[in-house]
């Protein structure tokens, strides 16, 4: 089979994750991956055997650091047939021009307006619609870990409105330059959130309001969500339907945080302590007068992995139908 030739442009924290993903399943692989620096993540990257490519005013550096370097950035986009682009927040926009004139398709991430791409991604919502297309976002940790529980709810039961309170975590666990920090901090403080909107970016039928507040962990977000239903229903009819989504995930058997969500992630040698699922605590979901409750963690470094290894099939056409190009993400992570 011929694999569609990916390039990752970021290597940081979710740029590492969508490389090692690709290279995990059987249709796509990796023809290079950037690093600005020669930095430790570039050692290990070289380590793992992934070709790298770097600003070409900074090729020089790698020579001197002893990290062999394939070319420059430029180089490695014209190799691709899709670029993952896992810059930070606000730098992939600049990365357009580049792309464009070099004929790839691209993939930005949540940190991204939507309209640079002009289509955001969630794998349950809305795969089909992703087919060949050329450019776009894959919604961020938060906006990913809404679109999973909203999307089932409302094709089973109807959603009238949600209403969601983000504790978010103030930075990931290697962002030195956050920390450290003893406060809780409402962000934005003007009501409300961005998070409701962006949802909408996928799922623009649906009635959404958000409150959002960074709190001193690194470790993961936590949501508690509420959703107004159009059918009666009961907690069970609930489970059920959040049972039948491969990536959502009930924690139990004394799980009472995120720090033993991540302990566990451990415990079963997920690579990195991923966790791509929604994690939901089945005894938090409550239904009273048509209103649902209930809590989710999300791992802000990994649940958008799977879904960017999807994003690449449909626009690369590898595969017509989400159900089953979802199952072919899982079983190559290993979910
Ligand atoms: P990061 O800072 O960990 O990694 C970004 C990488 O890009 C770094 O290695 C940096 O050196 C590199 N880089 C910077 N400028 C570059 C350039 N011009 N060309 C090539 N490489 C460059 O950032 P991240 O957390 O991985 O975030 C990447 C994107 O993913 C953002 O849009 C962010 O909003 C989104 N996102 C982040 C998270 C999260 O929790 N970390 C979750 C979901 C989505």
Not at 40 to 45: D, H, K, L, N, S
Not at 55 to 60: E, I
Not at 124 to 151: F, H, P, Q
Request: proline share 5%; aromatic share 6%; net charge negative.
């Amino acid at each position: 089979m011929v694999k569609a030739k990916i390039a990752v442009n970021g290597y940081g924290t979710i740029g590492k994750r969508v490389a090692d993903a690709v290279k995990a399943q059987k249709d796509m692989e990796i023809i290079g991956i950037s690093k600005t620096k020669p930095n430790y993540e570039a050692a290990v990257a070289h380590q793992l055997g992934y070709d790298i490519y770097a600003p070409a005013a900074n090729l020089g550096a790698f020579e001197k650091a002893g990290i062999p370097a394939a070319g420059s950035i430029e180089e490695m986009v014209e190799k691709a047939d899709l670029v993952v682009d896992c810059t930070p927040g606000g730098v992939g926009e600049e990365n357009k021009a580049l792309y464009q004139k070099a004929g790839v398709k691209a993939i930005w991430q949540g940190g991204e307006e939507h309209e640079l791409a002009g289509f955001s991604f969630n794998a349950v919502c809305n795969y089909e619609k992703a087919l060949g297309l050329d450019l776009v976002r894959v919604v961020s940790c938060n906006t990913t870990g809404l679109c999973r529980v909203i999307y089932p709810v409302d094709r089973e039961l109807g959603v009238k409105k949600v209403r969601v309170t983000l504790a978010r975590r103030a930075a990931d666990p290697n962002d030195v330059k956050k920390g450290p920090i003893n406060a809780i901090v409402p962000d934005p403080i003007k009501l409300p959130s961005h998070h409701g909107p962006d949802v909408q970016s996928v799922l623009p039928q649906i009635k959404i309001t958000s409150a959002a507040m960074k709190i001193p962990t690194t470790l993961m977000h936590l949501h508690t969500v509420n959703m107004e239903l159009n059918t009666d229903c009961t907690a069970e009819d609930i489970k059920e339907i959040f049972a039948s989504q491969s990536r959502i995930h009930f924690v139990g058997q004394g799980i009472s945080s995120t720090a033993e969500i991540m302990e566990y992630a451990r415990d079963i040698q997920r690579p990195r302590n991923d966790m791509w699922e929604n994690c939901i605590w089945p005894e938090s979901i409550t239904v009273q007068e048509n209103e649902l409750y209930f809590f989710q963690a999300i791992h802000q470094e990994s649940i958008v992995v799977p879904e960017n290894v999807d994003a690449i099939r449909a626009m690369m056409e590898l595969e017509s139908d989400g159900a089953k190009s979802i199952k072919k993400t899982n079983k190559a992570l290993g979910l």
